[in-house]
């Protein structure tokens, strides 16, 4: 049966909906059976609990011919010590990194360590990570949150970025406000990281995620980038939004300041064919125990995925999204 384009909406709002619910997440964490199979389907997604299983995914996408970045995943704190803890774990993150010479791009939610708290506790915080980072031979890049957030996201981004000037941003394609911010963040020499934008939004606010207006918004944002020499991150598995970039820009999707991106276990095939046509690639590794807002996002995206989840909560052979079979690795 052939769901409406309306009803599919109707579904990735009602998934992006229960990604925000926190006390929804923590009840369903609370019950052993129920958080086991939720790993189940959230081990498509992301690579387990710890920075050892990220590097070790690092070191295979590497093999692969593609560049790292990595997350802890994780947002909404709002305590001072939880912020201490996770900004230690970032901190332990950067010197495994460096342990084992994978020169990753560290990302993170500024309101997982703290911005949520105070605007200083974050920016501290963020300094820290930035500076173990760059004593790791690599920098720290800034992950968009909902656009309630974004003025504090950019602000303490700006802040971070003088001392940091390394530091890198994301802009979310569909917001309306854009355009502006991007003329703002091109002032700074760190990369600008270009996504869709998977958060639930008002109309108000943003296109709608997959509207001709939001895919042109993206390619517009792009192709100033790119024009401008400035480092561009394209980060999305939409082979048909590729295209048409490919189309409108050609060869000069070939400089070295642009990469295209892709989250780990998404546009899998799309990356592996762009770098064996020599374009620079890079995966998007997330790990780490507070998964659910990431992974609902990931669903909701595209409603199709769910049918994937219920095959990954019976461990059956589940398509990936190039169409080959892959077995999903259940956590323990």
Known sequence: MMLSPETLQSASDTLRSLALDERLKQRALDIPDLAR?????????????????????????????????????????????????????????AAGLAAEERPATICFDLSHIGALVSARLGLENASRIALAAREAGTSVLISAEGSDRTDLVLDLWERLSHDFPETGITLQARLHRTPSDLARVVRR?????????????????????????MLQAYRTAVAALVRAGHPVRIATHDADLVSGLRTDLGAELRGEHVEFEALQGLGVELLDGLAAEGFVTREYVVYGPEWWLYVLNRIAEHPGR?????????????????GDATAVRPWP
């Open 306 to 322: 769910a049918i994937l989840a219920l095959a990954d909560l019976g461990l059956a052979r589940a398509p990936r999204e190039d």
């Open 189 to 213: 020499p760190g990369p600008v990281r270009v996504v869709k934008g998977a958060f639930l939004e008002p109309e108000g606010v943003a296109f709608p995620r997959d509207s001709a207006p």
């Open 37 to 93: 199979a939720l790993r189940r389907v959230a081990a498509r997604y992301i690579a387990g609990d710890t920075a050892a299983d990220a590097i070790a995914l690092l070191g295979a996408n590497a093999a692969r011919g593609h560049l790292g970045s990595v997350e802890l995943v994780g947002e909404s704190v709002r305590s001072r010590s939880t912020a201490a803890r996770e900004t230690r774990r970032l901190v332990d993150l």
